[in-house]
């Protein structure tokens, strides 16, 4: 098994009022089902929500924290570049097992 780790600085992204790096590590055998994509959408939603937690939490901008969790997921599934990932994240039925 591969694992395959996505790093990017969250300065990058357009609203974030921040300097950090985010991280996240998949399994490639996870975008061959959608059960193993769930799995992963759920993790990388869970750590941007730790990690924009984290950011955040001294200024206490609520609208600025669903931000950054939206723009890490989507620059994350960006980066993964995966265009059964990208449907099933839009609800479409990705061609997967």
Do not use: W
């Not at 790093?7 to 061959?32: M, Q």
Request: glycine share 6%; hydrophobic share 40%.
């Amino acid at each position: 098994m591969k694992k395959t780790t996505l790093a990017f600085t969250a300065a990058l992204l357009t609203s974030s009022a921040f300097a950090g790096d985010f991280a996240f590590s998949y399994e490639n055998e996870e975008l061959l089902s959608k059960s193993g994509m769930t799995h992963l959408v759920d993790r990388l939603e869970s750590e941007a929500r730790a990690y924009c937690s984290d950011e955040y939490r001294s200024v206490r901008d609520l609208a600025g924290k669903a931000d950054c969790i939206n723009e890490v997921i989507t620059a994350a599934i960006d980066q993964i570049d995966n265009r059964e990932l990208v449907a099933f994240v839009e609800g479409q039925d990705p061609n997967v097992g």
